[in-house]
């Protein structure tokens, strides 16, 4: 159901992160229309980290997570990029990893696409 509904979602002018398309939009906007849970995922990010660019980019991580776990973890483990980030953003990416994991993971369809806090 979240991989469905991310398929969905408008790609204006877009960037690449490893070999997926990341949307170059309001990304507040598009997540609120089609990803609720995302949503509420990215605030709780929000909640964390000090840096506006980290937040910004934690965001087209987990939206990417869904399609490739693969190059979100290693969009997120890329240390020269994160370098200029303040250290609270580490937690912030360890759970994005996590639930970039978890919601390709079987237990994710189990769960029929209902994110566990």
């Known amino acids: 159901m979240l991989k469905s509904a991310l398929s969905t979602m408008p790609v204006s002018s ?24 995302l949503a509420e995922l990215v605030g709780e990010f929000e909640s964390m980290c000090p840096c ?11 939206v990417v997570s ?19 980030c303040k250290p609270e953003v580490s937690q912030c990416l360890a759970d994005a990893v996590r639930y970039a994991l978890y919601v390709n993971s079987c237990d994710a369809e189990k769960d029929c696409g209902r994110v566990v806090w």
Do not use: K
């Open 14 to 37: 877009a960037s690449r992160v490893g070999d997926e398309v990341v949307n170059e939009c309001d990304f507040d906007v598009v997540v609120q229309m089609h990803m609720p849970l």
């Open 52 to 62: 506006r660019i980290c937040r910004d980019d934690l965001m087209r991580v987990a």
């Open 66 to 84: 869904f399609r490739n776990s693969v190059e979100a973890y290693e969009f997120c483990t890329d240390v020269d990029y994160w370098e200029f």
